[in-house]
């Protein structure tokens, strides 16, 4: 019996609509692109261009980089009709007197300008809280870069350490087949690596935690792969304290909107004071009288400003907002200085800190445990001797890649403080002695 062709076709249908289903399902659900090898300048690079919060205050800016235009613009024209015919016998709506008039309004000499001066004003305020959002973007960026950069040296590290152990354990076990060492020794080394398992696991997590933030201020679903953090932070900045306040002052965002909010209320007292000035409005009318001569009126009105108590009232509101924006500018100036001289004196504190480690105490620490090794091979020291300075050289490593992390994080804050980003070496940074020495730290 032959298959019916409804049949047939339910056959062939029924499998290409699923494969759409699933093609589809597949393409929505598919996860972004993995990122390997993060570099700082790319994660930055990203978060400057795809963070939702600087799209959105970007979007602002461009939309009031267009009302200077419209604020310096002379209003509409008014065309206006009128027909006059007597009430009794008229030939409405064809009236025997059409009037046509049009009639442009003209703003006192100045005002448009002043106008236009307060948009442009309200645009740079609006671009100076994009220039530091944008900076608060970048400072979290760099912070989550080298702390992430930070916990997967010490996962490596860790990781690297529980060779040791194992070999230490290896260790024990030989001397204990030859009666020379106890069983516990043995033990010993077996929990330290459950031990060290169970920090790897805690350094994972924190890795997950951190990658997430990233993602999301890179405006990327939190569980999108993130390769390893390969920019390591730079550790030889130096630099006058002095140049970096005068810098902070100069480049800090908070500081450049309270100047131009500043300048915008000024501007805006002037025009209040000019708004008791009466505009005027040009007019030129046609009239058509039917069978009588057609005329032509040229009109000429002004406003009357008589109610001048606004205006004034409107003079001392600018007056104050001037003076409040002042007042906003100082405080910015002096937050300027306080948030340069503490990330100044915290990545001093992280470099010392981290040459501390790397110049003392771990060669130290390596010392240590080499002579403990050698120590228990002979039965001079006990393997919970051993044991401590393995994990002190452990601790050693580790906080030194962790403080390496937070010398990145201190230096990101510092840009932050100063308003723009710097290269180490440069003149204007190196110029005078280090950070903070002028000062006793």
């Known amino acids: 019996m032959k298959p019916s062709m409804s049949g047939v076709k339910t056959s062939v249908l029924v499998p290409l609509l699923a494969g759409l289903v699933m093609w589809v399902g597949a393409t929505l659900g598919a996860e972004p692109p993995a990122i390997t090898n993060l570099t700082l300048a790319a994660a930055v690079d990203l978060a400057i261009r795809d963070n939702p919060d600087l799209q959105s205050l970007r979007a602002k800016w461009e939309a009031m980089k267009e009302r200077p235009a419209q604020a310096g613009a002379l209003a509409n024209p008014m065309f206006k009709y009128s027909g006059m015919d007597t009430i009794d016998r008229g030939t409405w709506p064809d009236t025997n007197e059409k009037r046509f008039m049009i009639e442009q309004e003209f703003p006192w000499v100045g005002k448009r300008d002043l106008r236009t001066g307060i948009a442009v004003k309200e645009a740079e305020v609006m671009q100076r809280e994009l220039e530091a959002m944008t900076r608060d973007v970048v400072m979290m960026v760099k912070e989550s870069y080298?702390?992430?950069?930070?916990?997967?040296?010490?996962?490596?590290?860790?990781?690297?350490?529980?060779?040791?152990?194992?070999?230490?354990?290896?260790?024990?076990?030989?001397?204990?087949?030859?009666?020379?060492?106890?069983?516990?020794?043995?033990?010993?080394?077996?929990?330290?690596?459950?031990?060290?398992?169970?920090?790897?696991?805690?350094?994972?997590?924190?890795?997950?935690?951190?990658?997430?933030?990233?993602?999301?201020?890179?405006?990327?679903?939190?569980?999108?792969?993130?390769?390893?953090?390969?920019?390591?932070?730079?550790?030889?900045?130096?630099?006058?304290?002095?140049?970096?306040?005068?810098?902070?002052?100069?480049?800090?965002?908070?500081?450049?909107?309270?100047?131009?909010?500043?300048?915008?209320?000024?501007?805006?007292?002037?025009?209040?004071?000019?708004?008791?000035?009466?505009?005027?409005?040009?007019?030129?009318?046609?009239?058509?009288?039917?069978?009588?001569?057609?005329?032509?009126?040229?009109?000429?009105?002004?406003?009357?400003?008589?109610?001048?108590?606004?205006?004034?009232?409107?003079?001392?509101?600018?007056?104050?907002?001037?003076?409040?924006?002042?007042?906003?500018?100082?405080?910015?100036?002096?937050?300027?200085?306080?948030?340069?001289?503490d990330a100044s004196f915290k990545l001093q504190t992280a470099r010392r800190t981290l040459e501390l480690y790397q110049t003392e105490l771990i060669p130290q620490a390596e010392a240590r445990f080499g002579a403990s090794e050698a120590g228990y091979r002979t039965g001079k020291v006990d393997f919970m001797d051993l044991l401590e300075s393995e994990r002190f050289l452990l601790d050693a490593k580790t906080m030194a890649a962790m403080t390496e992390g937070t010398v990145g994080m201190q230096s990101a804050r510092l840009e932050r403080a100063i308003g723009r980003e710097f290269q180490t070496g440069t003149p204007e940074m190196t110029k005078g002695a280090e950070i903070g020495a002028e000062h006793g730290s």
């Open 146 to 341: 080298f702390d992430l950069y930070a916990v997967q040296r010490a996962t490596a590290i860790t990781k690297d350490e529980a060779e040791v152990l194992r070999r230490m354990g290896k260790m024990a076990e030989t001397l204990y087949t030859t009666g020379d060492r106890s069983q516990a020794d043995v033990i010993k080394a077996q929990t330290e690596i459950t031990m060290l398992k169970q920090k790897c696991l805690e350094l994972l997590a924190q890795e997950a935690t951190l990658k997430a933030k990233l993602n999301m201020l890179l405006n990327r679903r939190a569980d999108a792969p993130l390769g390893p953090a390969v920019t390591p932070p730079a550790t030889g900045f130096s630099g006058n304290v002095d140049v970096l306040f005068a810098q902070a002052i100069t480049n800090r965002p908070e500081v450049q909107a309270a100047k131009a909010q500043t300048e915008r209320y000024e501007l805006e007292r002037k025009l209040m004071a000019k708004e008791s000035v009466s505009d005027y409005r040009l007019g030129l009318e046609y009239r058509d009288f039917g069978d009588s001569p057609d005329m032509v009126m040229f009109t000429v009105s002004v406003d009357l400003p008589v109610w001048r108590s606004k205006y004034r009232a409107g003079v001392r509101e600018a007056e104050k907002m001037r003076a409040s924006s002042l007042a906003a500018r100082e405080s910015a100036e002096r937050q300027s200085a306080f948030d340069v001289q």
